[in-house]
């Protein structure tokens, strides 16, 4: 097991991740930009190390200042979190070679699977449906040829994409030879990287994703799945496990048939297989996120499996010590994200409490939100043995949660899951258009 690990992160995962590290023995260390030399992830890690000025360029992106900072002060292994640096198989290639571990997927299977056609292609030989889609198109010429194939409207998509970014319905030609430049450029300026690649548009649909777990062994466990229909501008809002639009027996066959998908890859440590849900019952698989989710909380308040504890392990090399007929999905688990609205100063916070109730952040009161970094504020979670009484502990815990100084989604948050669709489970992508 690691003696140090650098969590090369801010926020809520970050503290989420020392927090981890602290209950199992592991010293840390904690990486900042000028921004947040007051953060909480600063002030609870066993050593910490100013990486650079405010823009997450000049920091957190930064990858030779993080792996001299790990060098520096000894850590024998780096957990990226998720965005930023998790996804990114130069670094992962880069803390190798520096005889660090990557706590993730190894560098060439981060590499080949984060290319969505290429983990398309993988999953369809492993047996898994697919939506129709191309190979990555060279220029908007071929895109409009490949798009009267498929049949419009199409999803437009950033081959390295992710976060929301980089997609585009597109209804006919003459919107994709407009469009096709700009998520381009947007896919450049986001990940580095302009390849696009269409795909068939489901409709209706909903978002739903499976949890993994793997070991070196070869062992891999699916922790059931989780309902992400609840997005605005591709950004999820809302997630919850189980499913309500998954039957006792799709879960069974979806589950059984991402395993053995799973098992082809060589995969070793948590990931996360997305999937859309047709109004048939039909899943189509669309992506695999190798790291860890930002909803991850939900399926650890299900299971009572903690994630980050086990991506940990499997990195060390530790096995599973668990298997398949030993998770159990009881009950219900929601999750509600709280975002900001604007920059601002934390006046006064007051977090909900009580029996399986959660709230992940890296707030304090008098801590300063800044325009630099993603509006996340926190993640408010709460379990109950039916998803009747999770709905009615997630209405008492939004009411209760007070955020003062700083604008937020709370209120809104409290409306959409009072709204009738979401009460009788019958939302899909279409819930916050309508």
């Known amino acids: 097991m690691f003696s140090k690990i650098l969590i090369a992160n801010r926020g809520e995962i970050a503290v989420r991740i020392i927090r981890a590290c602290k209950e199992m023995g592991i010293a840390t260390v904690a990486v900042y930009s000028q921004a947040d030399e007051q953060a909480l992830h600063v002030a609870l890690a066993d050593e910490a190390i100013c990486i650079g000025k405010a823009e997450a360029s000049d920091s957190y992106l930064n990858e030779e200042r993080i792996i001299s900072a790990a060098l520096a002060t000894g850590a024998s292994a780096i957990h990226p979190g998720y965005g930023f640096l998790s996804e ?3 670094f992962a290639l880069s803390c190798r070679k520096n005889g660090i571990v990557f706590i993730g997927p190894t560098p060439q299977n981060m590499e080949r699977l984060s290319d969505k056609a290429t983990i398309k292609a993988l999953m369809a030989a492993a047996g898994l449906p697919t939506i129709p889609g191309t190979d990555v198109l060279p220029d908007v010429d071929i895109a409009l040829t490949e798009a009267e194939k498929i049949g419009y409207p199409v999803m437009l998509k950033a081959r390295s994409g992710g976060g929301g970014r980089g997609i585009r319905l597109v209804e006919n030609a003459e919107q ?17 990287d302009p390849g696009l690649y269409l795909e068939k548009y489901v409709f209706p649909a909903r978002h739903v994703e499976l949890q993994i777990i793997a070991d070196e062994a070869g062992n891999v466990v699916c922790l059931g799945d ?7 501008r591709h950004q999820k809002l809302i997630e919850e496990t189980p499913s309500p639009g998954v039957s006792i027996n799709m879960r069974k066959s979806i589950i059984s ?12 440590g948590v990931g996360t297989l997305e999937f859309l849900l047709d109004a048939h019952g039909n899943f189509w698989f669309m992506e695999m996120n190798v790291r860890l989710q930002v909803e991850h909380t939900v399926t650890e308040m299900l299971t009572n499996i903690d994630l980050v504890k086990w991506q940990i392990r499997t990195a060390a090399g530790i096995p599973l010590n668990f298997t398949q007929e030993d998770i159990r999905f009881r009950g219900s688990a929601i999750e509600c994200r709280i975002n900001a609205r604007a920059p601002g ?8 409490g009580g029996p399986y109730v959660r709230f992940d952040t890296f707030l304090v009161s008098g801590c300063t939100i800044s325009p630099y970094y993603d509006s996340l504020l926190g993640k408010l979670i709460v379990y109950a043995g039916t998803r009747e009484e ?32 979401f009460i009788d489970g019958s939302y899909d992508l279409t819930f916050m258009e309508e």
């Open 257 to 268: 048939m991402v395993i053995s998908a799973v098992r082809t890859l060589d995969y070793v």
């Open 226 to 232: 989780r309902d992400c229909s609840v997005q605005r």
């Open 390 to 421: 999770t709905l009615r502990k997630m209405r008492s815990a939004l009411c209760e949660l007070v955020v003062e100084g700083v604008p937020s989604n709370i209120q809104e948050q409290l409306e959409l899951i009072s709204d009738s669709r």
């Open 88 to 90: 990114n198989a130069h």
């Open 345 to 352: 100063i934390v006046e006064m916070l007051h977090v909900p």
């Open 176 to 192: 994709l030879r407009t469009l096709f430049p700009l998520a381009q450029a947007e896919s450049q300026a986001a990940f580095g």
